[in-house]
C-alpha cells in the first residue's frame, strides 16, 4: 500500500511558478513510476507529466513541454513539480499518482487507468 500527500499548490499570477511536492509513505516507492495529473472544473482529469525511476527519464504533455519540470528523489520519497511562467489554463487540481507497472515506454504513463495508487490533490490557481 502507498499513501501520497501532494502540497505546495497555491494562487498565483500568470508568468509565475510553483513547485508541487508530492510525498509517498512505503519502502517501495523507488520501484513505482510516477506521474501527475490535473483536473480544471468541469473536465476531465489529464495527464500532465511522467518519470521513471531508474535513469529519471520523463515525460509531459505538450501544453507544458519548457514550462514544468517533473522530478523526484527516492531518498525523500518525493515526487515533484517545478511549474514555470504560469498560465491561467493550467488552474486546476493537481493530484500525484503512483503506477506499479513496469516496462513500458513512457507515454503508456499518460493513461489514468495503469495508476494503482493517487493522492487527494492540491489547488493551483493562476491568475490573468
Known amino acids: 500500500q502507498v499513501q501520497l500527500v501532494e502540497s505546495g499548490g497555491g494562487l498565483v499570477q500568470a508568468g509565475g511558478s510553483l513547485r508541487l511536492s508530492c510525498a509517498a509513505s512505503?519502502?517501495?516507492?523507488?520501484?513505482?513510476?510516477m506521474g501527475w495529473f490535473r483536473q480544471a472544473p468541469g473536465k476531465e482529469r489529464e495527464f500532465v507529466a511522467a518519470?521513471?525511476?531508474?535513469?529519471?527519464?520523463?515525460y509531459y504533455r505538450d501544453s507544458v513541454k519548457g514550462r514544468f519540470t517533473i522530478s523526484r528523489d527516492n531518498a525523500k520519497n518525493t515526487v515533484y513539480l517545478q511549474m514555470n511562467n504560469l498560465e491561467p489554463e493550467d488552474t486546476a487540481a493537481y493530484y500525484c499518482?503512483?503506477?506499479?507497472?513496469?516496462?513500458?515506454?513512457?507515454?503508456?504513463?499518460?493513461?489514468?487507468?495503469?495508476?494503482?495508487?493517487w493522492g487527494q490533490g492540491t489547488q493551483v490557481t493562476v491568475s490573468p
Open positions: 499518482a503512483a503506477s506499479g507497472r513496469t516496462g513500458y515506454s513512457l507515454n503508456y504513463y499518460a493513461r489514468r487507468s495503469v495508476y494503482d495508487y
Open positions: 512505503g519502502r517501495t516507492f523507488s520501484s513505482f513510476i
Open positions: 518519470i521513471r525511476s531508474s535513469f529519471g527519464d520523463t
